[in-house]
């Protein structure tokens, strides 16, 4: 692989997974111009939206695209490829460093499923409190409870689907269906509160920030692509407890 190749790829794998890790398009772009110029590549141009990223150099007689399958939210993946960047910047590491680098960091996994769950936990016993803004002493583990498990569910499907939205419908539909169970042994819990707290686990809140801060940016189409998706997320949250709740006679 010549030099001009390698910091095609690299520029193109950096862009690849910071899109994956939920980062948005302008940073996205930005990183790669950066790699490329501080590589001293000519007349190097970028176009990233949620689906692929295309890049050329030289230009456009040395041109590549890359579609986007998965596309999650880590934000740690994508601080990782920034810094590795500025280090490349600063001359701290080379072309074939920096391409070794990323794809290690492409490699690494995410968090530990066990510290993820603890996180679901957390998140949905705080959020609980304050959405609700009600110290419910009785809802406040159970919506924790009804968090992990939810959201254990969600992981467990997007590992045997790849259809979109799917896991979100499920596991919304299993939370519902265990909060009204909880209720049965416990008939003081909130309903309301422990789904409040449970479903905030699934709620798309950083991709529909990124799809606003893409469209105020002037990336239009990665912005309504992405406005796109989250609503689709949310609405897939709705009909999974909605469902439950008609089925229950709720």
Known sequence: MDYSSKILETCLLAGRLMIEAGSEMYRVEDTMLRIANNAHADDPRVFATPTAVFMSLDGGKLSKLVQIQDRGINLELVDRVNTLSRKFAQSEITVDQLYDAIKEVYKTPSYPMKWQLVGAGVLSATLMVMFTNSYDWLSLPIAGIVGVIGYWAYMMIQRITNLRFISELVSASLMTLLTYGFQHIF??????????????????????????????LGDLLSGVVRLMEA????????????????????
């Open 231 to 250: 609503s689709l997320t949310a609405m897939s949250l709705c009909a999974g407890v909605v469902i439950i709740m008609r089925f229950l006679g709720a």
């Open 187 to 216: 008939p003081a819990i909130s309903i309301d509160h422990v789904l409040i707290g449970a479903l905030m686990t699934l709620v798309p809140g950083v991709p529909l920030t990124n799809a606003l801060r893409d469209m105020f």
